[in-house]
Structure formats: structure tokens, C-alpha cells
């Protein structure tokens, strides 16, 4: 009799665990998944968002369909209101948006209608160390040079990491960048460059790499700055944004904004949404960045690769709360808080 009440007890402390298993793989089965892009077509943060399309659907149970969907707008802000109050709280909605916007709700700039840390994070694709560069032809050819005299660059919008980055150099340690908002993207502004319309651009150094690398084998742009904790192994030669700070309280505000490429690229989903299909797809996510075919599929397109579990994201994106109130409030003029 103690042998059967044994075997009872372990199948029913086994069948909870397996109906679950059984329950998100039959959700997701005949289902489709949409990704949506909080970036316009043909960026580096577009050319991400789809190769996680093409590859995440095998590693979630049913094997979903998975679809991209750009909604560029408000720096991205457009694409995270809606993920967080219209899209389905089921977990069939994944998003890739700007890293800044955690911090963004903590300013309280008032386009943001999301409360970051109820997002569920399923993980980071990659850190996103910016860089701002200018045309060779521009008489800008230094960070130094940009603190004494007015060098244009082309943005998206004003909540974007394009336009944020540089911002904060002006507001913080003196640059005198001019920004010329309203390109539909990097690849717009790259071409804008091109054109002479514009002397150079703020954007991730991937997608520099992506989509101006005969700039780069060429030597026809300047890389002025580099926006990071530390310099990336490519890029020893030129200074980050925290190497700029003249004082401890300008250091610290710098920190802010170099933070958000720890945040980087990354995947999220819609709170409130079953904690076993977000258990799921963030199980998901870690073996897609295991996949050697979606590691083929970024090497293929220059994308680099810094997985992060969403566990470690979402305390990550938690500590933007953490923040201390004088740092926020001066990063606060940087963007339009009303």
C-alpha cells in the first residue's frame, strides 16, 4: 500500500508540470506570433527583429508561425504604447523597441504610456554600443573639433538613441551637434550624408558596419565618439561618451545613457501575459541564440551576437528605477518631458 500512495503521489506532482508543457504547446500550435518592429524597414534593429522571425518559431513548443510587423514612430514609443496596451496579453506578441524607453518612463516624457518593468523580457539579442560619425568631407573630424564648431547629423525622431546620444553630449559636456529630425531611419540618414544634405549620423556601430561598410573600408567617414561603458574591441582608438566627462556628476549622467547598450537589442513581450508561455519563450530565445543557423544568419548580415537571458534583462531594465533623482533630473532637459 506504501508502494501504490508512493506512485500516486509522484503522478500527481509529475502531471501538473506536464499538462502545463502540454498546455503551451498546444496554445501555440496553428497559432501565429507577430514581431513587432518598433523601426522602419532596412536598419539594423529591423534586420534583427527578422532574423528572430525566421528562427524563433522552432524552438517554441507547437512551433508557431512568426511574422514581422514594422510600426516605426515616436523614437519607437509608438510600437511599445501599443504592445502594452493593445496587442493581446496572450503571448503572441514579441517586440523589439528603442533601449532607451525604460528611462524614457521614468523622465516621464509624455508620449510613454507603458510601465516598462510590467513588459515581460524574454532576452537580449545583443549590446548596442552607438557611435556618432561624420562625413570625411566635414570639417568635424574629431569629438574634439565638435566641441568648437557646429557639425549637422541626421535623425529620426527625438525619443530615438540616433538623436539621445548626441544630445546628451551637447547638453552635458558642451558638443555642438546639429540635428535635422524627420529621416525615416539610419539608412535614410546614411543617404542623406551621401547627398551632402547632412555631415554624418549617430547610430549603432552593427549597423554601421551593416550598412556603411564601404565608409568604413574606405576611410570616407570620421568616428567622433563611441557611446558605452568601455570601448569596444573594434574601436580602440576612439573615446567613449564617459571618457568625456569633466566632472563626477557629469560622469554619472553619461552613465545613464551608456547604460541603455547594456540594455541593447533585445525581445519583449506583453504583460500580464501566462507566466508559462513566457517561461516558454524566453527557454525559447535562449536556444534560438544557441542555433548555429541564426548565428549564420547575423554573421551573414555583419549583426553582432551578446545574448543576455531575460531573467538577467528584466532586473537589468528594474534598475533604471534605481536611479538617483538630481541624475535624472539633469538628463531630464535632454528629452521633450512635458
Same mark, same amino acid.
Given at each position: 500500500?506504501?508502494?501504490?500512495?508512493?506512485?500516486?503521489?509522484?503522478?500527481?506532482?509529475?502531471?501538473?508540470?506536464?499538462?502545463?508543457?502540454?498546455?503551451?504547446?498546444?496554445?501555440?500550435?496553428?497559432?501565429?506570433?507577430?514581431?513587432?518592429?518598433?523601426?522602419?524597414?532596412?536598419?539594423?534593429?529591423?534586420?534583427?527583429?527578422?532574423?528572430?522571425?525566421?528562427?524563433?518559431?522552432?524552438?517554441?513548443?507547437?512551433?508557431?508561425?512568426?511574422?514581422?510587423?514594422?510600426?516605426?514612430?515616436?523614437?519607437?514609443?509608438?510600437?511599445?504604447?501599443?504592445?502594452? /496596451?493593445?496587442?493581446?496579453?496572450? !503571448?503572441?506578441?514579441?517586440?523589439?523597441?528603442? +533601449?532607451?524607453? =525604460?528611462?524614457?518612463?521614468? #523622465? $516621464?516624457?509624455?508620449?510613454?504610456?507603458?510601465?516598462?518593468?510590467?513588459?515581460?523580457?524574454?532576452?537580449?539579442?545583443?549590446?548596442?554600443?552607438?557611435?556618432?560619425?561624420?562625413?570625411?568631407?566635414?570639417?568635424?573630424?574629431?569629438?574634439?573639433?565638435?566641441?568648437?564648431?557646429?557639425?549637422?547629423?541626421?535623425?529620426?525622431?527625438?525619443?530615438?538613441?540616433?538623436?539621445?546620444?548626441?544630445?546628451?553630449?551637447?547638453?552635458?559636456?558642451?558638443?555642438?551637434?546639429?540635428?535635422?529630425?524627420?529621416?525615416?531611419?539610419?539608412?535614410?540618414?546614411?543617404?542623406?550624408?551621401?547627398?551632402?544634405?547632412?555631415?554624418?549620423?549617430?547610430?549603432?556601430?552593427?549597423?554601421?558596419?551593416?550598412?556603411?561598410?564601404?565608409?568604413?573600408?574606405?576611410?570616407?567617414? /570620421?568616428?567622433?565618439?563611441?557611446? !558605452?561603458?568601455?570601448?569596444?574591441?573594434?574601436? +580602440?582608438?576612439? =573615446?567613449?561618451?564617459?571618457? #568625456? $566627462?569633466?566632472?563626477?556628476?557629469?560622469?554619472?549622467?553619461?552613465?545613464?545613457?551608456?547604460?541603455?547598450?547594456?540594455?541593447?537589442?533585445?525581445?519583449?513581450?506583453?504583460?500580464?501575459?501566462?507566466?508559462?508561455?513566457?517561461?516558454?519563450?524566453?527557454?525559447?530565445?535562449?536556444?534560438?541564440?544557441?542555433?548555429?543557423?541564426?548565428?549564420?544568419?547575423?554573421?551573414?548580415?555583419?549583426?553582432?551576437?551578446?545574448?543576455?537571458?531575460?531573467?538577467?534583462?528584466?532586473?537589468?531594465?528594474?534598475?533604471?528605477?534605481?536611479?538617483?533623482?538630481?541624475?535624472?533630473?539633469?538628463?531630464?532637459?535632454?528629452?521633450?518631458?512635458?
Amino acid at each position: 500500500m506504501r508502494s501504490f500512495g508512493a506512485l500516486v503521489t509522484v503522478i500527481a506532482l509529475v502531471t501538473p508540470t506536464v499538462g502545463n508543457a502540454q498546455s503551451v504547446e498546444a496554445f501555440y500550435r496553428g497559432k501565429t506570433v507577430t514581431v513587432i518592429i518598433g523601426y522602419p524597414p532596412a536598419g539594423a534593429n529591423d534586420l534583427y527583429a527578422r532574423a528572430v522571425a525566421r528562427h524563433i518559431g522552432k524552438h517554441i513548443p507547437g512551433n508557431p508561425t512568426v511574422v514581422p510587423r514594422n510600426m516605426p514612430g515616436g523614437g519607437s514609443l509608438l510600437a511599445a504604447n501599443h504592445i502594452f /496596451n493593445v496587442a493581446p496579453k496572450d !503571448g503572441t506578441t514579441l517586440g523589439l523597441i528603442v +533601449p532607451t524607453a =525604460p528611462l524614457e518612463e521614468r #523622465l $516621464g516624457a509624455s508620449n510613454v504610456r507603458f510601465k516598462a518593468a510590467q513588459f515581460n523580457w524574454i532576452g537580449r539579442l545583443a549590446p548596442t554600443p552607438n557611435v556618432t560619425f561624420t562625413n570625411a568631407s566635414s570639417p568635424v573630424k574629431t569629438i574634439k573639433d565638435a566641441m568648437q564648431r557646429e557639425a549637422v547629423l541626421g535623425a529620426t525622431g527625438r525619443s530615438s538613441t540616433v538623436a539621445i546620444y548626441p544630445l546628451s553630449l551637447n547638453h552635458i559636456v558642451g558638443t555642438k551637434f546639429k540635428l535635422v529630425m524627420g529621416y525615416t531611419g539610419s539608412a535614410a540618414a546614411m543617404l542623406a550624408m551621401e547627398r551632402g544634405e547632412v555631415e554624418g549620423h549617430s547610430t549603432t556601430w552593427d549597423g554601421v558596419k551593416s550598412r556603411a561598410g564601404h565608409h568604413l573600408r574606405d576611410k570616407t567617414i /570620421n568616428i567622433l565618439v563611441q557611446y !558605452g561603458i568601455k570601448r569596444h574591441p573594434e574601436l +580602440p582608438d576612439v =573615446p567613449t561618451s564617459l571618457e #568625456l $566627462g569633466r566632472t563626477p556628476a557629469e560622469v554619472e549622467a553619461l552613465r545613464v545613457f551608456a547604460n541603455a547598450s547594456d540594455v541593447g537589442r533585445f525581445i519583449f513581450s506583453t504583460p500580464e501575459t501566462p507566466a508559462d508561455r513566457i517561461q516558454a519563450l524566453r527557454r525559447a530565445f535562449d536556444a534560438m541564440v544557441k542555433d548555429p543557423e541564426f548565428k549564420a544568419d547575423l554573421k551573414t548580415q555583419k549583426l553582432e551576437l551578446g545574448p543576455l537571458a531575460g531573467e538577467e534583462l528584466q532586473q537589468l531594465v528594474a534598475e533604471v528605477a534605481n536611479v538617483a533623482p538630481a541624475t535624472i533630473e539633469r538628463v531630464r532637459a535632454i528629452y521633450s518631458v512635458n
